[in-house]
């Protein structure tokens, strides 16, 4: 009935969720498809903050940003979305984490992701806004350079017409995980196949492509030039905002739909841990709920491999509901269904050849008997008040020797009433009790004898009454009998 583990069959532990990542979940709210929103586009870093050990991972993203939402176009926490639409949550500024960077202004998002995007961004006014919108981000990894010079203006607008046509080839690459801490050379040199720069000695980006895409976008010449022809400026702004926003639009329709149909899914009948795993598209994860259909701690659970796979649910004779599982060195658990771990399986002794059809009978129709149900209660409990706690050979051994178990635990309930016997006796308070007891004896006996003489006296009295109304009786019918013969007689 033993099966060994094969590489496939990943199961998951989420039984210790503080050694596990951790981020916190709010249910967002159903969202207006048909809103209409100012975008802009940038590429920024992105901070993720972790729960359980207090830290910080991040990473450079493409967003699409409006004073309403934030659209992140390259997340792997939500592996339901293309598109991951993101609701600025209020936080006080003490509450913001550590490890988030203190030179800038940063949003609070869901997923505890922290961004310092430009809220309010003015297309009309953006010698304001360049400042902030170029990220210091880029120029921790790369030197911007331009063989034409641009003016911080010009160059802003080259950005966001490169962002708005190469923020498909620069998604995929983002998803492959290249810009990594390990691994930033990797990132750097795919990075500068998109950006179109020949460089391989320095980290150097070079924006002269974006003249062609500034040309795509608007039909006008990227240049300073432009700062003298404020019509043909001001007309290539507006194609390019033009363009971001039938992009984001597009983009925030399709999020916004996908985010109506997920909460009224979200809303049906279900565990906290099912509706949290389709809401995300994930397997692994546990939710812990703190307001009922709105905020939750995830945590990731650990994957696991056994060693050993009991797929007849049965170990020597011990039948389990769950399926048993040996995992790390020798640790019995039991997984359910979906694969998720669990250190309790209800259990009983198998009554005949098993198999697994068999073994579903034998908890859904064969009663359980007084002992085994009395067993798992008590494992039930003990699991339920320590949910860390390993006790899958404990449980084991119990049913398995529960013959002895029993007699073992008789003894020691008979042993311990003769000792503290014995030591009351020694005490005298045995002659106490009893003195005790013969005192009460004594009263309750003579509560008895004033009630039995009591309902001696009730009795008779009930008697006499009862008596008296039946002479009454027997006189009035005597009285109708009499004037009924006198009535005949008249006749």
């Known amino acids: 009935y ?10 998951y532990d989420c039984n210790d969720n ?3 990542d951790q981020f916190d979940l709010t249910i967002p709210k159903f969202c207006n498809i048909k809103e209409s929103n100012l975008w802009h586009m940038d590429v920024k870093k992105v901070y993720q903050y972790h729960i359980n050990n207090h830290s910080c991972t991040s990473s450079l993203e493409i967003l699409i940003i409006s004073k309403n939402f934030t659209m992140l176009l390259t997340s792997n926490l939500n592996k339901v979305e293309n598109i991951l ?3 600025y949550i209020e936080t006080n500024n003490y509450n913001i984490p550590s490890c988030i960077p203190k030179d800038k202004k940063y949003f609070h998002f869901n997923y505890n992701i922290f961004v310092d995007v430009e809220k309010n961004f003015e297309w009309k006014n953006i010698n304001v806004s360049t400042e902030r919108l170029i990220e210091k981000s880029f120029t921790e990894i790369i030197n911007l350079y331009h063989r034409n010079e641009l003016n911080k203006n010009f160059l802003l607008l080259g950005i966001e017409s490169f962002l708005l046509v190469k923020s498909q080839t620069m998604k995929d690459i983002f998803n492959k995980n290249y810009y990594t801490t390990e ?3 990797k990132f750097i040199k795919f990075f500068k196949k998109v950006f179109g720069t020949d460089s391989e000695t320095k980290n150097e980006l070079d924006f002269s492509n974006t003249v062609n895409t500034f040309k795509e976008v608007t039909n ?6 432009l700062a003298g022809n404020k019509e043909s400026y001001y007309k290539a702004m507006e194609k390019i905002k033009s363009r971001i926003n039938e992009l984001g639009e597009m983009y925030y329709k399709e999020a916004c739909n996908t985010r109506n149909e997920k909460i009224k899914r979200f809303n049906d009948k279900g565990t906290s841990d099912e509706k949290v795993r389709q809401f995300l598209g994930r397997e692994g994860i546990k939710a812990q709920e703190f307001e009922p259909n709105r905020k939750y701690i995830i945590s990731q659970c650990k994957e696991v491999i056994p060693k050993m796979i009991y797929e007849q649910r049965n170990i020597k004779n011990i039948c389990y509901k769950l399926k048993p599982v040996i995992v790390g060195r020798s640790l019995l658990m039991f997984a359910d269904k979906k694969n998720y771990l669990h250190h309790f399986s209800e259990s009983r002794i198998c009554h005949s050849l098993i198999d697994y059809d068999y ?3 034998t908890f859904d129709d064969i009663k359980m008997g007084f002992i085994e149900s009395c067993f798992n209660n008590i ?3 003990i699991n339920s008040t320590f949910k860390g706690l390993s006790m899958g050979w404990i449980s084991h051994y119990f049913f398995r020797y529960q013959n002895y178990v029993i007699l073992c635990l008789v003894l020691t309930i008979v042993s311990t009433l003769f000792y503290f016997y014995i030591l009351l006796k020694k005490w005298k308070v045995i002659d106490v ?3 005790f007891f013969e005192s009460i004896g004594a009263i309750l006996k003579g509560i008895w004898i004033i009630i039995t003489e009591l309902g001696k006296i009730f009795s008779v009295i009930f008697d006499a009454i009862n008596k008296l109304q039946n002479k009454k009786i027997k006189k009035k019918n005597n009285i109708n009998n009499v004037e009924d013969i006198e009535m005949a007689a008249s006749y």
């Open 183 to 185: 691994s930033p050379r």
């Open 2 to 11: 033993e099966v060994n583990s094969g590489k496939n069959n990943i199961f």
């Open 359 to 361: 073994v579903m009978e």
């Open 220 to 225: 006008v010449a990227l240049s300073n030039k």
């Open 379 to 381: 494992f039930r409990g």
């Open 18 to 20: 503080s050694k596990h």
């Open 433 to 435: 009790l009893e003195k």
């Open 85 to 87: 639409l993101m609701d």
